[in-house]
């Protein structure tokens, strides 16, 4: 195996990470006693103990209800530079982050006050060494009327957004739905990526690919289900945005030796690690690496230097920032 440290020389991009994901239980609590914000939970080992999830929906739970501690800019900044610092240990240069505009908005926040504090973060990360930009996910649980007027509320920042995602609960919300939306967001010259093929099936991937022209599949193991499928992505090159930790975790894969990832190298697709909500998961993305070192003990030097290099190649990063990394 090899440790997080040695993976950690190896510079990345992160390409699935969403940014109230990386809440670390102690910082649940700091925020809430700045906040004034009450907690189910006694103490940080409690609110550890309850991260024992059976599925995307038992862990989604917590996660929204966990965010009620993010109240204000300064507490976006916060957690923005506390995630960048600890990626760049990692050896993470670029990060393109998830945010959860609707999670927020629906407390009473302002999205712009969310999008404020996170690019305040990120430009402490730019001074440091770690480039980056951000992506409004749409939840696709809930409506889509209110998925398209969060976009419209920050249609005139779309400068400031890099891309737009669909994430949470994923059966029964196939990415059709969200049609109309996509095709706005590449009206406003964002870029396009969607999870699809988590707990979803694979023709959730081909929605996501027709429908919405999502550039990268988030997660998408569910892909092998389907060898036509696997030809397309394998043809076309689209980025599968994979995320070992989170799968086990949320019993979507029994364990990490279980995980599809080499299949899917082997068969020439292009995929990358990522870290998911490494605050709940157990760990941020050279964990990710090293802990499939781990599993797999075929696994070499060469293939984490093609993961590597493959997250570099699937970020949005302009072709000078991409050089720089490889
Ligand atoms: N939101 C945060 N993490 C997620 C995941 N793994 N899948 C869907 N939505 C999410
Ligand atoms: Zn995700």
Do not use: W
């Given at each position: 195996?090899?440790?997080?440290?040695?993976?950690?020389?190896?510079?990345?991009?992160?390409?699935?990470?969403?940014?109230?994901?990386?809440?670390?239980?102690?910082?649940?609590?700091?925020?809430?006693?700045?906040?004034?914000?009450?907690?189910?939970f006694q103490s940080v080992e409690?609110?550890?103990?309850?991260?024992?999830?059976?599925?995307?929906?038992?862990?989604?739970?917590?996660?929204?209800?966990?965010?009620?501690?993010?109240?204000?800019?300064?507490?976006?900044?916060?957690?923005?530079?506390?995630?960048?610092?600890?990626?760049?240990?990692?050896?993470?240069?670029?990060?393109e982050i998830f945010f959860d505009a609707q999670a927020h908005t629906a407390r009473g926040l302002a999205a712009e006050d969310v999008l404020d504090g996170l690019l305040d973060a990120l430009h402490t990360g730019a001074r440091k060494g770690i480039s980056g930009g951000l992506i409004l996910s749409f939840l696709r649980d809930r409506p889509v009327p209110e998925a398209l007027e969060t976009l419209e509320s920050l249609a005139h920042r779309a400068g400031d957004l890099l891309a737009v995602g669909l994430d949470s609960a994923e059966v029964g919300y196939p990415p059709e739905l969200f049609t109309p939306v996509f095709a706005r967001a590449k009206e406003l010259g964002l870029r396009v990526v969607a999870h699809a093929g988590e707990e979803g099936p694979a023709a959730y991937v081909w929605e996501a690919l027709d429908l919405l022209g999502a550039e990268r599949i988030d997660h998408g193991i569910r892909?092998?289900?389907?060898?036509?499928?696997?030809?397309?992505?394998?043809?076309?090159?689209?980025?599968?945005?994979?995320?070992?930790?989170?799968?086990?975790?949320?019993?979507?894969?029994?364990?990490?030796?279980e995980h599809p990832i080499l299949d899917l190298l082997d068969q020439g697709?292009?995929?990358?690690?990522?870290?998911?909500?490494?605050?709940?998961?157990?760990?941020?993305?050279?964990?990710?690496?090293?802990?499939?070192?781990?599993?797999?003990?075929?696994?070499?030097?060469?293939?984490?230097?093609?993961?590597?290099?493959?997250?570099?190649?699937?970020?949005?990063?302009?072709?000078?920032?991409?050089?720089?990394?490889?």
């Open positions: 195996a090899t440790s997080t440290a040695r993976v950690a020389a190896l510079p990345t991009a992160e390409l699935h990470l969403h940014i109230e994901g990386t809440l670390e239980p102690e910082m649940v609590f700091e925020l809430a006693a700045r906040n004034n914000v009450g907690l189910p409690d609110l550890r103990e309850a991260y024992q999830f059976t599925s995307l929906q038992s862990f989604l739970d917590l996660y929204y209800e966990c965010m009620a501690v993010l109240q204000t800019r300064d507490d976006f900044r916060t957690l923005g530079e506390r995630y960048l610092e600890r990626a760049y240990e990692q050896g993470v240069r670029h990060a892909s092998i289900e389907d060898p036509e499928l696997i030809e397309r992505l394998r043809r076309e090159r689209i980025p599968l945005t994979l995320c070992p930790f989170s799968n086990v975790k949320l019993a979507v894969i029994s364990s990490l030796a697709i292009m995929v990358t690690v990522n870290s998911d909500d490494p605050a709940y998961f157990g760990g941020y993305l050279a964990d990710n690496m090293a802990g499939l070192t781990a599993a797999f003990p075929s696994l070499e030097e060469s293939a984490l230097e093609r993961l590597a290099r493959n997250s570099v190649d699937a970020s949005f990063a302009g072709s000078e920032r991409k050089a720089e990394l490889h």
